[in-house]
Nanobody, 120 residues
Framework: QVQFVESGGGLVQAGGSLRLSCAASGSIISINTIGWYRQPPGKQRELVAAINSGDNTRYADSAKGRFTISRDNAKNTVTLQMNSLKPEDTAVYYC??????????????WGQGTQVTVSS
């Protein structure tokens, strides 16, 4: 099973940008859908964005217009470009596989994630 390592998080002021990267331990070309998730402090983990093998995407309402997900099968990476960040985007961000854009998560254990902190 492919494992993911997330990176790119940090501390940024509101309105700023961050680019998160999710590096897979193996090939992602056969993985239908990969999603970025986040877990804000004291809250449940939620889906932020997902991308499938056809480069179709899905975004949470909170991410639409601000975040862009992309995948590079040659580099086995999935990237989340986050612009116009808000304090409510503060969370630990993770990636994992899904059965489809609108289906359930299909992956196993979670990685360590990458912390994003947005100051007001």
């Amino acid at each position: 099973q492919v494992q993911f390592v997330e990176s790119g998080g940090g501390l940024v002021q509101a309105g700023g940008s961050l680019r998160l990267s999710c590096a897979a331990s193996g090939s992602i070309i056969s993985i239908n859908t990969i999603g970025w998730y986040r877990q804000p402090p004291g809250k449940q983990r939620e889906l932020v964005a997902a991308i499938n093998s056809g480069d179709n995407t899905r975004y949470a309402d909170s991410a639409k217009g601000r975040f862009t997900i992309s995948r590079d099968n040659a580099k086995n990476t999935v990237t989340l470009q986050m612009n116009s960040l808000k304090p409510e985007d503060t969370a630990v961000y993770y990636c994992n596989t899904r059965f489809s854009l609108w289906g359930a998560r299909s992956g196993g254990s979670w990685g360590q994630g990458t912390q994003v902190t947005v100051s007001s």
